[in-house]
C-alpha cells in the first residue's frame, strides 16, 4: 500500500517537480518517448533508402524535403488559426499514422526500393521528424514556464532519449526476422501512445489554466500560480510570412537562425560523407540497416547518460552561453582531428560524440531560449526556424557538398574547410547564450508580458 507514495517520492526526486507539476512532467516524457521511439523505429530504415540511391540522388531529395516543408509550414499555420490545439494535434499524429498503414500497405507489395516510393518514404520520414519535434517542444514552450523549464527540461529530454533507445533496439533486433514494412506498424503504435499523452497533458494545462483554488495542505502556494495561458483557436494571427516577419525583426531570433544554420551546414557535411563511405565497407543492405541501428542506440545511450548525470548541473554551473558553445567547439575539434586522420572509424565515432552532445546539451539548452518569447512567437516564429529554416539549411549544404565534390575536393578537405565554420558557429553560440541571459535578468526586474516567460 505503501509503494504508490514512494514512487511518488523518487518520482519528485528525479524530475525535480513540485507536487503539483508531477503529472505533467511525466505525461510529457512519455509524450517525448513515444514520439522519438516512433522516429527512431524508421530512422534507420530512411538512411539505408539514402545509401541505396547514392548521394548525386541524396541532393535531389533533400531538395524535395526543403520544398515540401515550404508546402507544409503554411498549412500549419492555418491549422493553429482555424482550430483549438486540442483538436488539430492529436488530428495531426492520426494524419500520421494513417500514413504509416499506407506505407505499409504499398511498401510490402512493391518493396521499399521500388520507385518512387523508397525516394517518398524517405522524403516523409524527414518532413515527419521535423514537424513533430517541432510542435512538442511547441507544446512544452505554452505548457511550462521559463523556471518550470529550466527544472523540468532534462528530465522531459531523457524521456526522448528513452524513445531514442527503445526505437533502434527494436528495428535493430527485428529488422532480419520481419522486414522494414512491418516495423512501420509498430512506429504507428507508438504514434496512438503519443496521442494518449497529448490529452492527458492538455487536461492537466486545462486545470491549471482555471481559476486557482486555495492551496492545499500539499502543495505550496507558489506552486498554484498559473503559468502562460494557452490562447483560444484564432490567436495565432498570421501565417509563413508572419513567422519570417518575427524572425527578421529581432536580432535573437536572428541569432538563433545562425546558431541553427550552423549546426545543420556541418551535420549534412558528416551525414553525406557516412552515406558515401558507409557503403564501401559494409555492402549488405540488411547489415547495414542493423549497424545504423546500433549506432542510433550507441548515440542515445551515450545521450541518456548525459542529460540523467550533466544537464542540469551544466546549466546551473556553466549557465545557458556555455551549454550552447559545447557542440561547437566539439565540431570544430572533430574536424580537425578529421581532417588529419579521415578514416571511417573516426568518421563512425565523431558522428557519434556530436550526435550525443547535440541530443543532450545543445538541443534542450537551445529550446530554452523559445521560453523567453511572447506565447504566439513560440508557436509561429519557432515553427519558421524548427522547418523552413532548418530546411533551408538541410538543401543548401547539400548542393554546397555536391558542388565541392564535383569541383574535385575530396573529404580530407572538406574537413578542413568546415573548421572556420565551426568556429563562426561558436562565436555565434557566445552571443547567443550572452543575449538569452540579458533577456532572463530583463524579464526578472519587469513587469511580466501578456504570454511571455516568467522566472
Known amino acids: 500500500m505503501r509503494l504508490v507514495p514512494r514512487v511518488r517520492t523518487i518520482l519528485l526526486r528525479v524530475t525535480r517537480a513540485r507536487p503539483d507539476e508531477l503529472g505533467a512532467a511525466v505525461w510529457a516524457f512519455v509524450y517525448f518517448f513515444a514520439l522519438l521511439a516512433s522516429y527512431y523505429v524508421l530512422r534507420p530504415i530512411r538512411d539505408e533508402v539514402s545509401m541505396e540511391v547514392g548521394t548525386a540522388a541524396l541532393q535531389r531529395l533533400f531538395l524535395a524535403v526543403f520544398l515540401t516543408m515550404l508546402a507544409v509550414v503554411p498549412v500549419f499555420g492555418w491549422l493553429t488559426r482555424r482550430f483549438p490545439r486540442r483538436s488539430w494535434l492529436p488530428g495531426v499524429y492520426l494524419f500520421f499514422i494513417s500514413n504509416l498503414v499506407g506505407f505499409y500497405a504499398v511498401l510490402t507489395a512493391e518493396g521499399l526500393q521500388a520507385a518512387p516510393w523508397g525516394s517518398v518514404f524517405y522524403v516523409w520520414v524527414n518532413v515527419f521528424n521535423l514537424f513533430v519535434v517541432s510542435v512538442f517542444w511547441s507544446v512544452m514552450a505554452e505548457t511550462f514556464d521559463v523556471e518550470q523549464a529550466r527544472r523540468l527540461y532534462g528530465f522531459i529530454a531523457a524521456g526522448g532519449t528513452a524513445g531514442a533507445l527503445v526505437g533502434p533496439l527494436i528495428t535493430s533486433e527485428l529488422i532480419r526476422l ?64 508572419s513567422g519570417l516577419a518575427d524572425v527578421v525583426r529581432s536580432p535573437y531570433l536572428l541569432g538563433i537562425c545562425a546558431f541553427l544554420l550552423g549546426y545543420t551546414l556541418l551535420s549534412t557535411f558528416l551525414y553525406f560523407e557516412t552515406a558515401e563511405l558507409l557503403p564501401r565497407h559494409v555492402r549488405d543492405p540488411a547489415a547495414r540497416t542493423q ?45 580537425v582531428v578529421l581532417g588529419a586522420y579521415p578514416h571511417i572509424a573516426v568518421l563512425l565515432v565523431f558522428g557519434l560524440a556530436r550526435r550525443a552532445g547535440e541530443y543532450a546539451l545543445s538541443k534542450p539548452a537551445r529550446e530554452t531560449l523559445f521560453n523567453l518569447l511572447p506565447l504566439e512567437q513560440k508557436y509561429r516564429a519557432k515553427n519558421v526556424i524548427d522547418t523552413l529554416v532548418h530546411r533551408t539549411g538541410d538543401t543548401a549544404s547539400a548542393w554546397a557538398v555536391s558542388a565541392m565534390r564535383a569541383a574535385g575536393l575530396e573529404w580530407m578537405t572538406i574537413s578542413w574547410l568546415s573548421v572556420p565554420i565551426a568556429g563562426g558557429w561558436l562565436g555565434v553560440s557566445l552571443w547567443l547564450g550572452a543575449a538569452a541571459e540579458r533577456k532572463r535578468r530583463a524579464l526578472r526586474t519587469a513587469p511580466a508580458l501578456p504570454g511571455a516567460g516568467q522566472e
Open 291 to 335: 549497424l545504423l541501428a546500433r549506432l542510433d542506440l550507441a548515440v542515445n545511450v551515450a545521450t541518456l547518460l548525459l542529460q540523467v548525470l550533466t544537464f542540469q548541473t551544466l546549466v546551473a554551473r556553466l549557465g545557458t552561453r556555455l551549454v550552447l558553445a559545447s557542440m561547437p567547439f566539439l565540431s570544430l575539434a572533430g574536424f
Open 178 to 241: 520481419v522486414g522494414p514494412t512491418r516495423l512501420m506498424l509498430v512506429s504507428a503504435g507508438f504514434l496512438a501512445l503519443a496521442i494518449l499523452a497529448v490529452g492527458r497533458l492538455g487536461a492537466w494545462r486545462d486545470r491549471r489554466e482555471r481559476p486557482s483554488a486555495p492551496p492545499s495542505p500539499e502543495t505550496p502556494a507558489a506552486a498554484t500560480t498559473a503559468g502562460p495561458a494557452a490562447p483560444p483557436a484564432g490567436d495565432f494571427q498570421g501565417s509563413l510570412w
